[in-house]
């Protein structure tokens, strides 16, 4: 399902399985269309009860494997608790992860897992040229980063960082006060036990976590910006209690922006706003004919309203939009993201020292 910024459930993207949900029925599961805060609350153990937020790709498998089962379940008479299956799938999906599978499995073919990012390289030399500091903060393994950053950026990609962190066990690495780091080979291997006490450029490390990163770097928090791909695991920590500057990096916002830019979806949004301002202006005008038509520009209303959704995607519609407000996610991030962007090249558009101002945008009391 989707939820707005307000908790209010988006009611026709209501699933289970592959099954959308009636009205009646999600009325009856949920006890009506809002969500509280506390089921809404983002955990990361599999063992919680509470609402899963999908937000990153690496959720997209695990959702589809959700719904595929509970859809076969249903469709067979199967009994079975939501909780339980979850579980179940969540880790399956965890130990395929830790067990290196699926990182071999990517190691062994990057052409075919990894899209390339022909700009990555001239941004990260850029930003060294200019004497910038750069840092990578990874769960994976210092074997995967380096195939990873050997296929994208080049052999002699450890030279553009002063910090790499493998295995950081994010977000644990930005709460806990304590942990060790480590230095490691590519391999893995550590290559001695004796405690970091400054980093390397181009040296890996292993574990380790924010508080003493800071302390070994001397960085300020006000002169980070840091980018990451999810919310909460990457970017709510470092924003929330280290006033760090953050980058979200959403991939969807590409097709996001061609459809919103598309010129029949301009024509119908603009068409909506007409309606939505005749239907504010005359709903208190209570002669038969007044209410026909009032009913009319309902439908219609509906209908635009119906077909700007499915111009995103057929089943939930834009990802930053519920409707008329803000999607959760959108709210969530920008709660935590200082900007977002489909990819960190978008930023060889503006010179190093590019300000990006916020727009002021229009409070409710505001936009009569």
Request: hydrophobic share 40%; net charge neutral; charged share 25%.
């Amino acid at each position: 399902m989707k939820v707005d910024a307000f908790h209010h459930i988006q009611l026709d993207t209501v699933y289970r399985g592959f099954k959308l949900l009636s009205l009646d029925e999600i009325l009856r599961v949920y006890r009506g269309s809002h969500l509280s805060s506390d089921i809404l609350k983002q955990k990361f153990t599999p063992n919680d009860t509470i609402m899963i937020q999908l937000m990153d790709f690496f959720r997209l498998p695990e959702i589809n494997l959700l719904c595929s089962i509970i859809d076969f379940f249903d469709r067979h008479g199967i009994d079975y608790k939501p909780v339980y299956v979850y579980q179940d799938v969540s880790t399956a999906v965890a130990r395929v992860h830790k067990s290196g599978l699926l990182g071999q499995t990517v190691m062994s073919d990057p052409e075919r897992y990894i899209a390339k990012a022909p700009q990555l390289s001239t941004f990260l030399h850029r930003l060294v040229e200019n004497n910038k500091k750069l840092f990578v903060i990874s769960n994976s393994s210092a074997a995967y980063i380096d195939k990873g950053l050997k296929f994208l950026v080049g052999n002699d990609w450890q030279e553009l960082f002063d910090v790499i962190i493998s295995r950081a066990n994010k977000p644990s690495f930005f709460k806990s006060p304590l942990g060790q780091f480590r230095r490691t080979d590519i391999s893995g291997t550590f290559k001695d036990w004796e405690a970091v006490q400054t980093f390397k450029r181009g040296q890996i490390y292993e574990g380790g976590c924010l508080e003493e990163m800071i302390k070994l770097t001397g960085w300020s928090s006000a002169s980070i910006l840091y980018f990451g791909d999810h919310v909460y695991a990457d970017l709510a920590d470092v924003a929330s209690t280290y006033g760090w500057m953050t980058g979200a990096v959403i991939p969807e916002l590409e097709s996001e922006l061609i459809a919103a830019n598309n010129p029949d979806f301009k024509i119908n949004l603009k068409r909506l706003r007409m309606l939505e301002k005749l239907i504010q202006e005359n709903q208190h005008v209570h002669t038969d004919e007044a209410k026909l038509l009032l009913e009319k520009w309902l439908d219609e209303r509906n209908a635009l309203r119906r077909g700007s959704k499915c111009v995103f995607n057929p089943q939930f519609g834009s990802i930053f939009r519920s409707f008329h407000n803000p999607s959760y996610f959108s709210q969530r991030l920008g709660q935590y993201a200082t900007l977002y962007t489909s990819r960190v090249t978008n930023l060889l558009h503006f010179p190093l020292d590019h300000t990006f101002y916020p727009k002021r945008t229009a409070l409710p009391h505001e936009s009569f």
